[in-house]
Antibody
Framework: QVQLQESGPGLVKPSQTLSLTCSVS??????????WSWIRQYPGKGLEWIGH???????FYNPSLESRVTISVDTSQNQFSLNLTSMTAADTAIYYC?????????????WGQGTPVTVSS | EIVLTQSPGTLSLSPGERATLSCRAS???????IAWYQQKPGQSPRLLIY???SRATGIPDRFSGSGSGTDFTLTITRLEPEDFAVYYC?????????FGQGTKVEIK
């Protein structure tokens, strides 16, 4: 069974860049038919898709975040990463990495446990 | 972007009762490009249902989805104690993929 685990700082200062990594086990990130995604959940519980990446490096971002987001993949480590620049308090959320099934659907079928990120000085 | 509005915000029911959760899209979806997720306190969301009514691996058949156009429904035929949770719908008709704000199913 595929498992995902996020890692990264829990506290980021305003204007800084958030960097998170997702380690994938129980399956290969190079498996065809799947993308790898970041989703965040605000304290009020709303969910927002940030973007996703294919193992080839092709990326798709939410237009609302596109100017600040970079998602990258390291197939040798079976990992993918999120960079989000110019952090503000509005970016405080739980950040999840997920697998995305994309054959005739776009659904998030495996999720990491989530890592809380607080933006504060 | 497509806005999904879920209702009611909270559903108070007893075990054994039927739960009907609604998800309304701000524009018509081309197909039944809707998925449903369950989230329990302190846990990640879990995929339940997608498409016309395909269940994810391990999801019991008391969960089913229906609907078309702008109106979609998740039905739980007989609530089990483990079903009390928050449920989210998600559309994959048009990027960016968006989620509803959730319906909490609580024990009455």
């Amino acid at each position: 069974q595929v498992q995902l685990q996020e890692s990264g700082p829990g506290l980021v200062k305003p204007s800084q860049t958030l960097s998170l990594t997702c380690s994938v086990s129980g399956g290969y990130i190079t498996t065809g038919g799947y993308y790898w995604s970041w989703i965040r959940q605000y304290p009020g519980k709303g969910l927002e898709w940030i973007g996703h990446i294919y193992y080839s490096g092709s990326t798709f971002y939410n237009p609302s975040l596109e100017s600040r987001v970079t998602i990258s993949v390291d197939t040798s480590q079976n990992q993918f990463s999120l960079n989000l620049t110019s952090m503000t308090a509005a970016d405080t959320a739980i950040y999840y990495c997920t697998r995305v099934r994309v054959r005739r659907v776009i659904i998030f079928d495996y999720w990491g446990q989530g890592t809380p990120v607080t933006v504060s000085s | 972007e497509i806005v999904l509005t879920q209702s009611p915000g909270t559903l108070s029911l007893s075990p054994g009762e039927r739960a009907t959760l609604s998800c309304r899209a701000s524009q018509s979806l081309t197909n039944t490009y809707i998925a449903w997720y369950q989230q329990k306190p302190g846990q990640s969301p879990r995929l339940l249902i997608y498409g016309e009514s395909s269940r994810a691996t391990g999801i019991p058949d008391r969960f089913s989805g229906s609907g078309s156009g702008t109106d979609f429904t998740l039905t739980i035929t007989r609530l089990e104690p483990e079903d009390f949770a928050v449920y989210y719908c998600q559309q994959y008709d048009t990027s960016p993929w968006t989620f509803g704000q959730g319906t909490k199913v609580e024990i009455k």
